[in-house]
């Protein structure tokens, strides 16, 4: 029995959707696709709405959000929009001094790494971010049949940017707090479940027809490591929306050892990078769950019949799963040709017709 029932509200109206038929894992007219970060900058209209105005403040501006959230659902004629935002939104809305440096990503200006500053750390609520509500409320009437997905941060996520107060290969400072200081790291984590769940809530309220939690970089942790001291966090989150009947999704990058553990945290949809074929992620994850993916994003860099065979190798491993959602592996790449993309729903949804 899947955990994913009949939704009342705006999420009606896209429940009969290819995307949420494969989520529910039910049989579709054909394998829906989108892809992370399709909304940026790869395309020349994001980059002309986006001039001149920084990367934090664009995602509070509800008419810009909802223009930027369409633009990739005109142009490639995706299954499904995601909300244009990102995973430091909440952080920001709570206070917290954090900008998105071009080039760099979120940087923090005030680590977080002692006790005393989980006090920063305060509740969200639906007035930090008014500006989702309205800009979804825009979006839904907009989309129509098609879903809008809502997503947030992880707490592994999030408490890498936190607390190594900017992008980090290595995490240096967040695995010295998770080993050295465990009860802090839990208490941490449990902060960032709560501000997160509170944030998905929004969405879905404001009517977000399933959530993505990206869980980005906690593939740098060991499958004992993710079990002991993040999954009980994700747990938490996926657990305090469980009750609205919408899919969750959940993904990270280089999780191959973690997939089963990422499952079981509670996502209806589990997210797969390229380094695992889909049949062999199944046999990880395990029955009852959907899984999204995964094609190399590098691979939209070859000519088009490499892209297309390439795309064939994900349909068919991806041939004797329940319910399958085509994306990448990981994000849009902004050097990426626009039409090269579109190229790919097009091939994907006529490979998989009837
Ligand atoms: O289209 C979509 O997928 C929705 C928009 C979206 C953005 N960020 C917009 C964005 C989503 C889903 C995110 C999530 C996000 N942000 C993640 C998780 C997804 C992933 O890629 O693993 C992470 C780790 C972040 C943190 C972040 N924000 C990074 C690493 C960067 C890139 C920095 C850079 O300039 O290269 C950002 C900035 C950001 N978020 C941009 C966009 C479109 C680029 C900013 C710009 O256009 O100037």
């Known amino acids: 029995m899947s955990a994913i029932d009949r939704p009342s509200g705006q999420q009606t109206k896209t429940y009969e959707s290819a995307f949420m038929k494969a989520c529910r894992r039910e049989p579709v007219p054909h394998t ?44 490639h004629k995706v299954d499904a929009a995601i909300y244009f935002s990102d995973i430091v939104v909440p952080l920001k809305a709570i206070g917290l001094d954090l900008d998105i440096k071009p080039g760099v990503g979120p940087v923090v200006a005030e680590p977080v790494r002692t006790r005393a500053d989980l006090a920063r750390l305060r509740d969200l609520t639906p007035d930090d971010v008014w500006y989702v509500t309205e800009a979804m409320g825009l979006l839904t009437a ?13 707490p592994f996520t999030l408490a890498s940017y936190l607390v190594e107060g900017g992008p980090s290969r290595n995490h240096e400072h967040t695995k010295a707090m998770m080993y050295g200081d465990p009860q802090l790291w839990a208490d941490l984590l449990d902060r960032l479940a709560d501000i997160t769940a509170a944030f998905l809530k929004v969405q879905i309220e404001a009517g977000a027809s399933a959530v ?14 993710y079990r002991r001291s993040v999954q009980p966090a994700s747990a938490k989150v996926f657990d305090a929306v469980a009750g609205y009947g919408v899919p ?87 050097s990426m040709d626009p039409d090269a993309l579109s190229r790919l729903v097009a091939y994907v949804h006529e490979r998989t017709a009837g």
């Open 212 to 225: 993505q939690l990206f869980d980005s970089w906690v593939g740098a942790l060991s499958p004992a490591d």
């Open 32 to 75: 829906p696709v989108w892809f992370m970060r399709q909304a940026g900058r790869s395309l020349p209209e994001y980059l002309k709405a986006r001039e001149g105005i920084p990367m934090l403040e664009s995602c509070m501006r509800p008419e810009l959000v909802t223009e930027i959230t369409l633009q990739p659902v005109r142009r």
């Open 142 to 154: 907009e989309l129509g049949q098609t879903p809008l997905i809502g997503f947030a941060g992880a």
């Open 248 to 334: 969750r999704i959940h993904f990270g990058v280089g999780t191959g050892e973690l997939l089963g553990a990422m499952g079981e945290a509670g996502a209806d949809v589990v997210g797969v990078d390229w380094r695992v074929p889909l049949d062999e992620a199944a046999r990880r994850v395990g029955p009852g769950k959907a899984l999204q993916g995964n094609l190399d994003p590098a691979v939209l860099f070859a000519p088009p019949s490499a892209v297309e065979a390439k795309a064939d190798e994900v349909l068919a491993a991806a041939a004797g799963l329940e319910g399958h959602v085509f994306n990448l592996g990981h994000g849009v790449l902004p």
